[in-house]
């Protein structure tokens, strides 16, 4: 497919249990982002690579959470020790480049529900 | 000093009125404002988008009304239908790359 592939799309975890959440972001796209939807609220950042470095994880809310994207291509979200309140649809995005004209294309998004 | 505000949570539009929904912000430093549609299930799809030099942007029922001055833009459907039904989110972009989103608009067309 062409677009954003976020794998699984539902995950159900017990609490403190270790879960990753996988993107595959839209060929060739070197930018990728990753955001968090509460229920009824807009998406949050998290954390946005360009190629294969973090460029801006400040939006990461403690140290439990840690992402990678090793080639620049696929990233992973990784979250330790889950707790009740990490519950949200974790989406990523892509784009060709940062810069003034691009844009970011959405996947449909992880729900995890911490049990 | 990077929210952007957006109103009315919920909206509830005739088959054939006009959908508006309204965003404000204070950070300057936003260079893109992209309006996000989404369904139930699915993950935001960009609908429309401006930069700050432009006052106005139309694309087929959907325009953005940029006002710099007042950092306030605004979504407007024309001739809405029960499939634009959705929920709408204005955004703002920080440094080339990171998007701010609003709460979120609730959009109910009636047939």
């Known amino acids: 497919g062409a677009g954003v592939s976020q794998t699984p799309s539902n995950k159900v975890t017990e609490k403190g249990k270790y879960v990753e959440l996988r993107c595959d972001p839209i060929?060739?796209?070197?930018?990728l982002y990753w955001y968090r939807q509460s229920l009824g609220q807009g998406p949050e950042f998290l954390i946005y690579?360009?190629?294969?470095?973090?460029?801006?994880d400040s939006g990461l809310p403690n140290d439990r959470f840690f992402a990678v994207r090793p080639e620049g291509s696929v990233s992973t979200l990784k979250i330790q020790r889950t707790e009740r309140g990490d519950s949200a649809v974790y989406l990523c995005?892509?784009?060709?480049?940062?810069?003034?004209?691009?844009?970011?294309?959405f996947g449909q998004g992880t729900r995890l529900t911490v049990v | 000093q990077q929210q952007v505000k957006q109103s009315p949570q919920s909206l509830i539009v005739q088959k054939g009125g006009i959908s508006i929904i309204n965003c404000a912000y204070e950070?300057?430093?936003?260079?893109?404002f992209p309006w996000y549609q989404q369904f139930p299930g699915k993950g935001p799809a960009l609908l429309i988008a401006?930069?700050?030099?432009?006052s106005e942007k139309k694309e087929g029922r959907f325009t953005i009304s940029f006002n710099k001055s007042a950092k306030q833009f605004s979504l407007h459907i024309m001739d809405s239908q029960p499939g634009d039904s959705a929920t709408y989110f204005c955004?703002?972009?920080?440094?080339?790359?990171?998007?701010?989103f609003g709460t979120g608009t609730r959009l109910k067309v009636l047939a």
């Open positions: 995005a892509s784009s060709p480049d940062h810069g003034r004209n691009t844009e970011a294309f």
């Open positions: 060929s060739g796209h070197t930018a």
């Open positions: 690579f360009q190629g294969t470095g973090a460029a801006d």
């Open positions: 950070n300057t430093a936003f260079d893109y």
């Open positions: 401006i930069r700050p030099d432009v």
């Open positions: 955004a703002a972009r920080l440094r080339t790359y990171k998007y701010i």
